[in-house]
């Protein structure tokens, strides 16, 4: 079950040029297309007429051809054209979905069209501030439920142990700093400060600090299914924790995990170097180590998924760390009891 | 669901050597054999002793031996050879299904032994007529139900698209070919005529044509599982419309598509060069050229059959060009019909 | 189904090293693993938290640490330690298996700990007997169940057509030896006699006779899953009938089935050069072909597997070579009926 009536990231938008792109999205085969302006669409994956993947066919100037006969479809769904044929039959359409490009990201809407208010896709236009933040991305294929890499994302216990031998560092070196966790409008999102402490070594080789520093991890879901992540340091005492985090070391990242099936899906991920978005080597090499450290999250949720597969979920046995997990998922249950209800009243 | 009582092609002849030969065919793995004296049989490729597949044995004088325990199996199905032990129980068979070799196939019945009339095999004597007809043959697996292929023969409006980078040519240079489709006794047929046209360039460069053509397309579904095609042109008025399709540039496809399970296929395919049947290089090119043609079919129908699996087929939506499936379709189900039929009253 | 109350072969001592080992047993994913002293232990391959494989985790003082969230678990199971966390709760354990390491073998009850009587484990001490038998040992995975691998073993009628190519020799000649098969306390025994018969010329080669043999092949059928081969020959008359087997040419193997599904096991297979133990090369070379054998049984098991998953047992016809199975498969009927009664009665 998914909330549906929400924005999902279907692709980056470099994923998609002049061939149509198949992927599956919150269970439906989806092919997305750009229309002979550039414009971004999806529909079904499946072609009205014998069912064929419309991702086998190519961009026309009215719409996507099938590959197969020939019928081409509208960004909205509809047959536009029947070889041979003038007539085309008012049944001959496939679902379509709001979609809409921003920020290097090509936002899909799965719920009621109606409802695909633009105004709820969320905010990450830093991604188009080159000269701040220095983006890069990728995509992984996760063989695991967006729920469990949400659960990794948001509980950080686990950096000591899945990724010991890249990011971890010291296990219990993170256990008395100051944690404040809240509930926002639109999710959860925890911040970690470790005030006036000293440096790591890798921040002090990355940016060069003298002294002690202030610093953060901030995480924050965006319901359903997406983590913006703010970390990083300043010198102590120069603001940060009272809200000016500008200068010093700092880095964003977007972690997107949108729903393949109810056990798999696609971890869109972007580093964003915020401290010297000037170079690239950095900025590269962050992201390349970024990356690392994601398959190793994916190695593990992938083999938890198994588990779950197989024994279901009413065994395991909850420990302190798991109250942001509680808390997300009732705030997930309350959006689908709400989807449900909606749904019934309409 | 399968019309069990027919013909299927079961393998080429080439196929099957001194070694046995596993195939599953409409549902039932079935092993082939030739006995000492060369002549085919097919049999349940399951021991009925312990149910090890009998294609892991070998033939031996008496018949074919189970590479387990020795158990020895005639081409009726018949265990006569079980060693340490004289006695045979009356229970100790396998079932066995009438085979017929002929024109370079092995046809297979799987139906009730007793309605196997040879006559019913469908001709393809040409095959042994390399004076004429310069054959060539092989065999493609496809995941896909049979009837996507039959399907994909007997509507050519696909050659455009699925085919465009091989012989697709334009789409719609055929549209206006004169069409006669007509139920046979066994079947549909259709056949296009393109009379006084100008000749294709790769016609003109195979043959010499120096002037106007009249062409035609004929594709004959023999039910339930056999399409075969002859393609042709003679110089305009020469007689070809009327019957006289000697001469010329021609050639014939044998398309013979065996169920292998409900969505899956064997496809057995010969072409027959008739314009020079002498000239190997033109045979073999040819062939080679037909056979990348056919795995684009395959491509496609794998694809197909895998969004049938998942939506199944209700809400597909029939356009012009499927009036010779919709044909087929009730000719099958009438099959299927009568063989019910008479099943209950047997 | 299977039998619980018995101990399982679950892993040759020298696969477990320092790393956690992941194995399927009885269904059951189960993490063997060494505590820093050495001791081996095993338990459920799931951590109670959420769910994921231990056997990513490693050892560390205390026991074995969950590679996701570092939750600690000792040898019974028990969660002895949680990052970040003082108190444990009650709840915070996974199953726990008795091991016993022994003879080379690991050894592990899946059924009730209360029943792990150590005294019935399988005697296997001559591993530990280099002087005498040389023993070399290896491990297959067979797609297949452990019962069809037992039929194989206890049923020798299938040397000359399973294994032609490598120890099978003539089909016939073993007809007319003495055979004796005797229900024991714990399962089944056979063996054959060829009394005063000449030596095969693989034993002159490796033994060197002079004149005529008194040659035994015993398998014995420990319930549920092991089988003990001891196979030889001596001097005719030189009272190995009557009991004296030392001396002559002489081997014995250790088949250890272990179900890892109802239709797939672990094969652990130990070969043992009884009649020249300080011969390496020669331990060597019958270890390697004894290997090679038991692929050619693996590949034939493995098909007969896929035929049953696909047809069932009804329909198999049983001859005369089968009483040695009906007999055992009795034999485990009874078992599984007294498991089924002491659970119900406890």
Redesign the interface.
């Known amino acids: 079950m998914f909330v549906r009536n929400s924005w999902y990231i279907a692709a980056w938008g470099d994923e998609l040029g002049q061939a149509p792109l198949a992927r599956r999205i919150l269970g439906e ?1 989806v092919v997305l297309f750009r229309d002979k302006s550039g414009k971004a669409a999806a529909i079904a994956d ?1 072609c ?6 419309l991702s ?2 190519e961009v026309v100037e009215s719409g996507l ?7 081409v479809f509208d960004g909205a769904g509809r047959c536009v054209q ?4 003038d007539k085309i ?1 008012a ?2 359409f496939v679902p379509a979905y709001p979609v809409i490009e921003r920020d290097h990201f090509i936002w899909i809407w799965m719920g009621e069209a109606a409802k695909a208010d633009p105004a709820r896709i969320i905010d990450a236009s830093y991604h188009d501030d080159a000269g701040h933040w220095a983006e890069r991305h990728d995509r992984l294929h996760i063989a695991g439920s967006y729920l469990l890499m949400i ?1 990794n994302l948001m ?1 950080l ?2 950096l ?3 990724h010991r031998r890249t990011i971890g560092g010291n ?2 070196q993170h ?1 008395n700093a100051k944690m404040e966790t809240a509930r926002t409008q639109t999710g959860v999102r925890f911040t970690r400060w470790m005030l006036n402490s000293p440096p790591p070594p890798t921040y002090v080789k990355a940016y060069g600090f003298k002294g002690r520093i202030d610093r953060w991890q901030e995480f924050e879901w965006v319901a359903p299914s997406n983590v913006l992540q703010w970390t990083g340091a300043k010198d102590a005492g120069t603001g940060a924790y009272e809200g000016n985090r500008a200068g010093g070391f700092q880095f964003k990242v977007f972690h997107g995990l949108t729903p393949e099936t109810e056990t798999s899906c696609h971890y869109y991920f972007a580093t964003a170097n915020g401290w010297a978005p000037e170079n690239d080597a950095a900025s590269d090499l962050f992201f390349r180590e970024s990356r690392e450290t994601f398959r190793e999250d994916k ?2 949720v992938e ?2 998924q ?3 597969d ?2 279901g ?1 009413d ?7 798991d109250g942001t997990r509680v808390q997300m998922r009732r705030v997930l249950d309350g959006m689908l009891a709400d989807e449900r209800r909606t749904m019934a009243a309409e």
């Open positions: 085969p499946r009205c007429h014998r069912g064929t993947p086998l066919g051809q099938c590959g197969y006969h020939g019928m029947i070889p041979g044929q039959p049944s001959a659960d509980d216990t686990h000591g142990y899945v296990p219990s256990v190695n593990v083999q938890q198994a588990r779950l197989e024994f979920e065994w395991l046995v909850n420990i302190v760390s």
